[in-house]
């Protein structure tokens, strides 16, 4: 290769070449930065090798041709794969799915596609190279001893995570060439002390409340139990806490003062619902500050002012804070990180680069699983090995919080399960003694109309039912009685933000409130009322409804929560319908449904009388075995296969309001829509393809952009009940999120 030749990796439309950024330059840029995020996971040469050969492909004269304008496409991606694998043949190979990927996404080991590695590294042609470049250090051993029934699950995640390594890397580093001023945006959060220290200034202010609580000493306990167990080695915990008894916030502080005496990087805090993660994040916002605290969901619109009114004209506030906020969406670089259990399991499942950039910094990381009896029985066991790889290979503590523990440790019986966790609270039967606020009782089957006539008994009660449609039948049954509501996933996001701030002055007021919801209300929602009524259901939906009952213990007699089989309803389906079987026999083995033994014994039941292969259900484990002695792994057939839910529904925008009317324009007229998209969520419900096809047929939606459906027909859209659908059918995750 001649010397005096200038190789170039990134060009600048408008500038000479000398301005323009050299292909040695970037590799190794991208060399160090990758090694420094693999280092993390004990990676580091993995990373610096990846980062130098991802860009090979980028010395030949047709890659310089295109960079100065020719139309060519050029495969650059995959002769630095070729070479990685010819140095080091199962090395190699590993670092070849990452290298080959790093624009187009992972894809299969060996398949019939054409496009998959080994075919492309057969195709491979080397082109001539820079000695430096080929004499790269490999190594030639795995970073980690893997269990050989683990060996091809252990690999697969490791290239995912060294992916993730080399595509930030190479992300940052051009655009630190080509964008500096969105670069700048990047990086410069308050270190996890600070953040500490933020928190224990906030926690001191509780000590002098003007109107203190009963539960206020228990949950003082359960903070400085907390504190306590952060101490200890970062590993696998339990947090068992019930509704009310502080966990958001001693969670928290579990997660900083572990971060800041074991030197991890940061706290990721996992969510299931939209109704927690907002208001989770608000709660975070408050005690650590607007700049530290990252959102990343599809709801969330770092635009939108906190607390403001939806009819605000436009999006407000600090713009750079803004931008910085979104960005850190991309790759995780937050101290404090709060997403979706959908958006955090498809990750550490996924091939696109778009969603793996951000995996490296969960090594290393704090990660409150909230809610974690969430997880859907059908990817129980993938979920659980990757939680297992991250706390055992990665330096992650993983926290299980939730008030109804999923007994998800191994066993005789679950071979399959996690180590048995540390459990942070102390003395959690006597935490649960005190803190019992409601009790629990059977009525049977009961009509609508006996449960229409209970409900209008009461000044202040709530009735938690498992579809939308019966949500709405009682919601028009009680149509004559005083101050009704309802809530269910057929009102856009923004819509229920409303009631649900009408329904908290009603009940603070102490006028008639009388709501019919689905499960959505169930997790995380802060409301309490005396008396609440739940469809028959699993022991943790339960349980998730009493939270919304007697929950500050303000009612010397206690709250009561009613189980009732609805008669004039159909059954729940598939995994509600399990779960409510197995609700039922639980009931009637305990005589305290919502104690942690019965919860254990409901969790036990419901997980062995499944077996293994339905906690698996699209078999991705055993396709994961399968490694052979080439590395052939199909990580592109796992990341199309593996669903954290199966969600059939399609989305349509609703122009609600003012807001949502401006938003649907932006979508229809502006250039670029990304950021509109975000905040169209809030406005968007998701229906039933039949549903769907109905309202298409009958001309009540358009398409704009040809990928976005908004209701034009708003006669559709009732001001209480939301999209008009006639869904008869339970969707357990109606309000899961991205």
Same mark, same amino acid.
């Given at each position: ?40 996971? %004990? ?140 670069? /700048?945006?990047? %990086? ?79 706290? #990721? ?6 109704? #927690? ?5 608000? &709660? ?10 990252? /959102? ?69 990381? &704090?990660? #409150?699983?909230? /809610? ?55 003395? &959690? ?53 005083? %101050? ?72 010397? /007699? ?34 305290? &449904? ?92 998701? #229906? ?39 869904? %008869? ?10």
């Amino acid at each position: 290769m001649p010397e005096e030749r200038h190789w170039y990796a990134h060009s600048v439309a408008g500038l000479q070449q000398e301005a323009w950024q050299t292909l040695p330059e970037h590799l190794h840029a991208v060399a160090k930065r990758a090694a420094k995020f693999a280092d993390a996971f %004990g990676a580091g040469t993995w990373g610096h090798a990846a980062g130098l050969l991802h860009d090979a492909g980028k010395y030949t004269e047709a890659f310089q041709r295109r960079l100065a304008g020719g139309a060519e496409r050029v495969d650059h991606s995959t002769a630095g794969a070729k070479l990685a694998a010819d140095l080091a043949p199962q090395a190699g190979k590993i670092l070849a799915y990452a290298i080959a990927g790093h624009h187009a996404g992972l894809t299969d080991g060996k398949s019939n596609d054409p496009s998959c590695l080994t075919e492309r590294l057969e195709r491979a042609v080397l082109p001539e190279l820079p000695q430096w470049l080929t004499q790269a250090a490999l190594l030639t051993k795995s970073p980690f001893a893997f269990a050989p029934k683990r060996m091809g699950f252990g690999w697969a995640f490791f290239i995912r995570m060294l992916y993730s390594c080399l595509v930030d890397a190479d992300f940052l580093d051009t655009e630190a060439f080509l964008n500096k001023g969105q670069s /700048e945006l990047r %990086g410069e959060y308050p270190p996890v002390a600070t953040l500490r220290e933020r928190l224990r200034a906030h926690l001191a202010g509780f000590a002098h409340k003007a109107h203190p609580s009963p539960v206020d000493p228990w949950r003082a306990k359960v903070l400085a139990w907390c504190c306590d167990a952060a101490r200890e080695e970062p590993g696998l915990f339990s947090l068992t806490v019930p509704t009310g008894g502080g966990k958001t916030l001693s969670s928290l502080a579990f997660a900083l003062e572990h971060a800041v005496t074991h030197g991890l990087e940061r706290v #990721i805090y996992v969510i299931p619902y939209t109704s #927690i993660i907002e208001q989770n994040a608000d &709660v975070f916002r408050k005690a650590l500050g607007e700049d530290v605290v990252v /959102e990343h969901h599809s709801n969330f619109d770092p635009w939108r002012p906190k607390g403001a009114a939806a009819e605000a004209p436009e999006p407000a506030g600090d713009e750079t804070l803004a931008r910085r906020l979104e960005l850190a969406c991309e790759n995780w670089d937050a101290r404090l990180v709060v997403t979706t259990s959908v958006q955090f399991f498809e990750s550490l499942f996924a091939a696109r680069s778009s969603k793996c950039r951000k995996l490296h910094h969960i090594a290393r990381s &704090v990660v #409150i699983l909230d /809610e974690a009896q969430m997880l859907p029985p059908a990817v129980l066991r993938p979920c659980i090995e990757a939680l297992r790889e991250l706390y055992e290979h990665y330096g992650t503590t993983v926290v299980l919080c939730t008030a109804t523990q999923p007994a998800l440790e191994k066993s005789a019986e679950f071979p399959c399960g996690l180590d048995a966790p540390r459990e942070i609270v102390r003395d &959690v039967p006597g935490l649960f003694t005190a803190l019992k606020r409601t009790r629990v009782e059977h009525l049977g089957r009961l009509t609508d109309a006996a449960l229409l006539e209970r409900l209008a008994g009461h000044r202040q009660v709530l009735c938690v039912v498992n579809t939308r449609r019966h949500a709405r039948v009682l919601r028009r049954g009680l149509d004559e009685a005083e %101050g009704v509501f309802h809530l269910s996933a057929s009102m856009c996001p923004a819509h229920r933000t409303a009631k649900l701030e009408a329904i908290r002055k009603a009940l603070q007021a102490g006028v008639p409130c009388r709501v019919v919801s689905t499960q959505l209300i169930e997790c995380g929602v802060d409301v309490s009322f005396p008396v609440v009524y739940r469809a028959a259901a699993g022991v943790d939906a339960v349980a998730q409804a009493g939270g919304r009952c007697n929950r500050e213990g303000e009612l010397a /007699e206690g709250g009561v929560v009613y189980v009732f089989e609805a008669q004039d309803a159909p059954p729940p389906k598939g995994e509600m319908r399990r779960a409510a079987q197995v609700g039922a026999e639980v009931m009637r083995r305990h005589a305290d &449904v919502l104690s942690p033994v019965a919860v254990e014994d409901y969790f036990r039941t419901l997980y062995w009388s499944q077996g293994a292969d339905q906690l698996d259900a699209k078999r991705i484990l055993e396709r994961l075995r399968a490694m052979d002695a080439r590395a052939n792994l199909p990580l592109r057939e796992v990341s199309e296969l593996f669903a954290f839910i199966e969600n059939t529904y399609r989305p349509v925008i609703v122009p609600w309001d003012a807001a949502g009317a401006r938003i649907v324009d932006g979508l229809e007229h502006a250039e670029h829509t990304g950021r509109l998209a975000r905040r169209a969520q809030r406005y968007t419900v998701q #229906i039933p393809p039949r549903e769907f096809a109905a309202l298409e047929q009958a001309g009540a939606l358009e398409c704009l952009r040809e990928r976005f459906y908004v209701l034009r027909n708003m006669e559709r859209y009732d001001a209480e009940e939301g999209l008009a659908v006639a869904d %008869g059918g339970a969707f357990r995750a109606e309000e899961w999120i991205l």
